[in-house]
Protein backbone atom coordinates (compact mmCIF):
# COMPACT_ATOMS: atom_id res chain seq x y z
CA UNK A 1 0.00 0.00 0.00
CA UNK A 2 1.49 3.69 -0.97
CA UNK A 3 1.53 6.01 1.41
CA UNK A 4 0.78 9.60 -0.88
CA UNK A 5 1.21 11.81 2.55
CA UNK A 6 2.87 11.25 5.56
CA UNK A 7 0.44 12.44 8.49
CA UNK A 8 2.82 11.89 11.49
CA UNK A 9 6.78 13.16 11.16
CA UNK A 10 8.48 15.30 13.86
CA UNK A 11 11.73 17.30 13.31
CA UNK A 12 14.29 18.85 15.28
CA UNK A 13 12.14 20.55 16.67
CA UNK A 14 11.15 17.76 18.72
CA UNK A 15 13.89 17.37 20.66
CA UNK A 16 14.75 13.26 19.96
CA UNK A 17 14.28 14.17 15.77
CA UNK A 18 16.87 14.37 14.02
CA UNK A 19 16.05 16.68 10.80
CA UNK A 20 14.94 19.99 9.81
CA UNK A 21 11.26 20.75 7.56
CA UNK A 22 13.63 21.44 4.77
CA UNK A 23 15.95 18.37 4.64
CA UNK A 24 12.28 16.24 5.69
CA UNK A 25 10.64 18.08 2.68
CA UNK A 26 13.58 17.74 0.29
CA UNK A 27 13.21 14.02 1.33
CA UNK A 28 9.52 13.64 0.58
CA UNK A 29 9.83 15.65 -2.70
CA UNK A 30 12.61 13.35 -3.94
CA UNK A 31 10.55 10.15 -2.40
CA UNK A 32 7.59 11.02 -4.65
CA UNK A 33 5.55 11.95 -1.86
CA UNK A 34 2.15 14.46 -2.90
CA UNK A 35 2.73 16.18 0.40
CA UNK A 36 4.38 15.49 3.84
CA UNK A 37 2.70 16.71 7.09
CA UNK A 38 5.04 18.01 10.05
CA UNK A 39 3.76 16.92 13.08
CA UNK A 40 6.17 17.69 16.26
CA UNK A 41 5.64 17.21 20.05
CA UNK A 42 3.55 18.97 21.90
CA UNK A 43 5.18 21.32 24.74
CA UNK A 44 4.53 18.83 27.05
CA UNK A 45 6.77 16.41 25.81
CA UNK A 46 10.32 16.84 27.22
CA UNK A 47 12.61 18.38 24.64
CA UNK A 48 9.24 19.60 22.97
CA UNK A 49 8.63 22.73 21.27
CA UNK A 50 7.06 26.16 22.89
CA UNK A 51 3.34 26.70 22.16
CA UNK A 52 4.82 29.76 20.10
CA UNK A 53 6.67 27.93 17.54
CA UNK A 54 3.21 26.30 16.64
CA UNK A 55 1.51 29.38 16.56
CA UNK A 56 4.30 30.91 14.44
CA UNK A 57 4.12 28.68 11.66
CA UNK A 58 2.21 31.01 9.99
CA UNK A 59 5.13 32.55 8.75
CA UNK A 60 6.55 29.34 7.13
CA UNK A 61 6.03 28.55 3.31
CA UNK A 62 3.15 26.20 2.27
CA UNK A 63 5.42 24.69 -0.01
CA UNK A 64 9.05 23.12 -0.09
CA UNK A 65 10.04 21.74 -3.45
CA UNK A 66 7.09 21.51 -5.04
CA UNK A 67 5.01 19.72 -2.76
CA UNK A 68 2.55 21.11 -0.07
CA UNK A 69 3.53 20.82 3.67
CA UNK A 70 0.96 20.56 6.19
CA UNK A 71 2.11 22.15 9.67
CA UNK A 72 0.72 20.16 12.39
CA UNK A 73 1.62 19.13 15.87
CA UNK A 74 1.36 15.57 17.99
CA UNK A 75 -0.20 16.75 21.20
CA UNK A 76 -0.15 14.92 24.35
CA UNK A 77 -2.99 13.60 25.71
CA UNK A 78 -2.81 14.53 29.19
CA UNK A 79 -5.67 12.70 31.10
CA UNK A 80 -8.81 10.71 30.93
CA UNK A 81 -10.93 14.43 30.51
CA UNK A 82 -9.00 14.65 26.87
CA UNK A 83 -7.01 18.02 28.09
CA UNK A 84 -4.34 18.37 25.28
CA UNK A 85 -1.06 20.44 25.80
CA UNK A 86 -1.96 22.83 22.84
CA UNK A 87 -5.12 25.53 23.56
CA UNK A 88 -8.19 25.54 21.16
CA UNK A 89 -7.41 28.68 19.61
CA UNK A 90 -3.77 27.38 18.70
CA UNK A 91 -5.25 24.51 16.67
CA UNK A 92 -7.67 26.47 14.77
CA UNK A 93 -4.28 27.87 13.02
CA UNK A 94 -2.71 24.35 12.48
CA UNK A 95 -3.37 22.26 8.96
CA UNK A 96 -3.26 18.82 11.14
CA UNK A 97 -3.62 17.61 14.11
CA UNK A 98 -2.73 14.24 15.56
CA UNK A 99 -2.97 12.90 19.61
CA UNK A 100 -1.43 10.55 21.21
CA UNK A 101 -1.12 8.84 24.79
CA UNK A 102 2.72 9.58 25.80
CA UNK A 103 3.16 8.06 29.18
CA UNK A 104 6.11 11.09 29.83
CA UNK A 105 2.63 13.00 29.79
CA UNK A 106 -0.31 11.13 30.66
CA UNK A 107 1.57 9.14 33.12
CA UNK A 108 0.82 5.23 34.34
CA UNK A 109 -2.65 3.69 32.24
CA UNK A 110 -5.20 4.67 34.06
CA UNK A 111 -6.77 1.38 33.16
CA UNK A 112 -9.25 0.92 30.08
CA UNK A 113 -11.91 2.96 31.01
CA UNK A 114 -10.78 5.80 31.15
CA UNK A 115 -8.24 5.39 28.80
CA UNK A 116 -10.70 4.61 26.13
CA UNK A 117 -13.10 7.82 27.98
CA UNK A 118 -9.96 9.79 27.46
CA UNK A 119 -10.17 9.30 23.97
CA UNK A 120 -13.43 9.35 23.07
CA UNK A 121 -13.78 12.66 24.75
CA UNK A 122 -10.64 13.85 22.40
CA UNK A 123 -12.59 12.30 19.03
CA UNK A 124 -15.65 14.54 19.81
CA UNK A 125 -13.42 17.20 18.85
CA UNK A 126 -13.74 18.93 15.13
CA UNK A 127 -10.17 20.66 15.60
CA UNK A 128 -8.49 16.84 16.55
CA UNK A 129 -8.16 14.60 13.18
CA UNK A 130 -6.38 11.57 14.04
CA UNK A 131 -5.62 9.25 16.97
CA UNK A 132 -1.60 8.70 16.97
CA UNK A 133 -0.77 4.67 17.62
CA UNK A 134 -3.73 3.65 19.63
CA UNK A 135 -2.18 0.14 19.06
CA UNK A 136 -0.16 0.86 22.09
CA UNK A 137 -1.25 -2.46 24.61
CA UNK A 138 0.75 0.11 27.91
CA UNK A 139 -2.62 2.01 27.58
CA UNK A 140 -5.16 -0.63 27.21
CA UNK A 141 -8.45 0.21 25.15
CA UNK A 142 -11.29 -0.75 24.18
CA UNK A 143 -11.49 -1.11 20.36
CA UNK A 144 -14.85 -1.63 19.39
CA UNK A 145 -15.97 1.73 21.21
CA UNK A 146 -12.74 3.91 19.80
CA UNK A 147 -13.78 2.60 16.32
CA UNK A 148 -17.52 3.36 16.47
CA UNK A 149 -16.38 6.96 17.64
CA UNK A 150 -14.02 7.01 14.31
CA UNK A 151 -16.40 6.05 12.46
CA UNK A 152 -19.42 8.67 13.71
CA UNK A 153 -17.18 11.55 14.02
CA UNK A 154 -14.43 11.07 10.97
CA UNK A 155 -11.61 10.78 13.45
CA UNK A 156 -9.10 8.61 11.84
CA UNK A 157 -7.31 6.08 13.19
CA UNK A 158 -3.48 5.76 13.08
CA UNK A 159 -1.21 2.43 12.27
CA UNK A 160 1.99 3.74 13.17
CA UNK A 161 4.86 1.85 11.50
CA UNK A 162 7.39 2.48 14.13
CA UNK A 163 4.97 0.65 16.78
CA UNK A 164 5.62 -2.22 14.71
CA UNK A 165 9.30 -2.44 14.52
CA UNK A 166 10.88 -5.47 15.82
CA UNK A 167 11.96 -4.65 19.84
CA UNK A 168 9.97 -1.54 19.53
CA UNK A 169 8.67 0.19 22.59
CA UNK A 170 5.44 -0.14 22.88
CA UNK A 171 3.29 -3.55 23.54
CA UNK A 172 1.31 -5.75 21.86
CA UNK A 173 1.28 -3.12 18.78
CA UNK A 174 0.91 -6.10 16.43
CA UNK A 175 -2.13 -7.48 17.70
CA UNK A 176 -3.53 -4.26 18.87
CA UNK A 177 -3.28 -3.32 15.19
CA UNK A 178 -4.64 -5.57 13.36
CA UNK A 179 -7.67 -5.84 16.09
CA UNK A 180 -8.57 -2.34 14.98
CA UNK A 181 -7.85 -3.21 10.92
CA UNK A 182 -9.98 -5.95 11.26
CA UNK A 183 -13.13 -3.83 13.15
CA UNK A 184 -12.32 -0.49 10.42
CA UNK A 185 -12.80 -3.21 7.58
CA UNK A 186 -16.21 -4.80 9.40
CA UNK A 187 -17.64 -1.00 9.74
CA UNK A 188 -16.07 0.56 7.56
CA UNK A 189 -13.99 2.74 9.12
CA UNK A 190 -10.81 5.17 8.15
CA UNK A 191 -7.39 4.32 9.05
CA UNK A 192 -4.14 6.57 8.55
CA UNK A 193 -1.19 5.18 7.54
CA UNK A 194 1.43 7.22 10.14
CA UNK A 195 5.77 6.45 9.64
CA UNK A 196 6.13 8.64 12.74
CA UNK A 197 9.52 9.00 11.37
CA UNK A 198 11.85 10.82 13.73
CA UNK A 199 14.74 10.91 10.77
CA UNK A 200 14.31 11.65 6.94
CA UNK A 201 14.55 8.12 5.61
CA UNK A 202 11.84 6.65 7.44
CA UNK A 203 9.16 9.45 5.78
CA UNK A 204 6.29 6.88 4.50
CA UNK A 205 7.73 3.93 5.83
CA UNK A 206 5.08 1.39 5.84
CA UNK A 207 7.35 -1.76 6.16
CA UNK A 208 5.59 -2.91 8.64
CA UNK A 209 2.23 -1.44 8.92
CA UNK A 210 1.26 -2.58 5.02
CA UNK A 211 2.17 -6.28 6.31
CA UNK A 212 -0.67 -5.67 8.64
CA UNK A 213 -2.76 -4.70 6.02
CA UNK A 214 -2.10 -7.15 4.06
CA UNK A 215 -3.20 -10.08 6.37
CA UNK A 216 -6.33 -8.48 7.19
CA UNK A 217 -7.16 -7.67 3.24
CA UNK A 218 -7.68 -4.35 4.35
CA UNK A 219 -9.09 -2.11 1.21
CA UNK A 220 -7.51 0.48 0.65
CA UNK A 221 -10.57 2.48 0.03
CA UNK A 222 -10.64 2.51 3.64
CA UNK A 223 -6.74 4.00 3.85
CA UNK A 224 -6.95 7.69 4.03
CA UNK A 225 -3.57 8.96 2.30
CA UNK A 226 -3.11 7.07 -0.72
CA UNK A 227 -3.37 10.34 -2.15
CA UNK A 228 -3.04 14.00 -1.36
CA UNK A 229 -6.83 14.41 -2.81
CA UNK A 230 -8.57 11.88 -0.99
CA UNK A 231 -6.86 13.05 2.87
CA UNK A 232 -7.91 16.50 2.33
CA UNK A 233 -11.22 15.45 1.26
CA UNK A 234 -11.32 13.34 4.96
CA UNK A 235 -9.67 15.90 7.37
CA UNK A 236 -12.58 17.02 9.76
CA UNK A 237 -10.77 20.71 9.48
CA UNK A 238 -11.36 20.65 5.48
CA UNK A 239 -14.75 18.52 5.15
ZN1 LIG B 1 3.75 9.52 19.69
ZN1 LIG C 1 5.29 10.77 16.90
Redesign the pocket.
Known amino acids: MKVAVDT?T?TVSSGHAYNTIREMAYMASQMGQEALAI?D?GPEMEGGPHKYHFHNMKILPREYYGIPILFGV?LNIMDEKGTVDLPDWLLKQLDIT?A?IHGECYGKSRGIEKNTEAYLKIMQREDIEII?HPDDGRFEVDYEALVDMAKKTGTLLEINNSSLKPGGFRVNSYENARRILELCKETGTMVVLGS?AHVDVDIANTTYSSKVLREVEFPEELVANTSYKKLMSVLKRRR
Do not use: A, I, L, R
Open positions: HHTHEVSGD
